[in-house]
């Protein structure tokens, strides 16, 4: 298992040098969902709630310790899901890639396979929860 493992690009000691593996393109959703349930999360609230425009928003967040695999992460989601997004350096040893209203629900359809995915997916569920209570909110 190890050295499949090898084989898609994952190393011993990745914390500042993971690289994104090289996944068949057809599993590439999958991985992206199972990277997003690790190390990613959801936000679903108010932006300027102190002005009279509070919008309800939602933002999507992968964090690494490694800049060069969320700006590769960065590149292949443009590509196949269409989504804007952008790395920046986190308050502590870390990069955070982002995404806002527009590229968040894009990324929904992309990792959720949402025409094809069922419930009892390999997913966690809290997550998803979030993006689809934001999508009957706005609808």
């Not at 898609?8 to 999958?30: I, M, Q």
């Not at 982002?98 to 359809?109: A, Q, V, W």
Request: charged share 25%; hydrophobic share 35%; with cysteine.
């Amino acid at each position: 298992m190890c050295n499949d493992l090898r084989r898609l690009g994952f190393n011993e000691n990745k914390t500042k040098s993971l690289a994104v593996p090289n996944v068949p393109k057809k599993f590439f959703s999958d991985f992206v969902r199972g990277y997003f349930d690790g190390d990613g999360h959801v936000w679903v609230g108010l932006t300027h709630k102190n002005s009279f425009h509070a919008t309800y928003s939602i933002s999507c967040v992968f964090t690494s310790c490694s800049f060069d695999f969320l700006n590769i992460l960065h590149d292949r989601l443009k590509k196949v899901a269409d989504v804007g997004g952008v790395v920046r350096k986190g308050q502590g040893d870390y990069y955070r890639l982002t995404y806002s209203i527009i590229s968040s629900l894009k990324l929904f359809n992309f990792m959720y396979n949402v025409d094809n995915l069922k419930e009892e997916g390999l997913f966690l569920k809290r997550k998803r929860i979030v993006f689809e209570k934001f999508i009957k909110m706005r609808s």
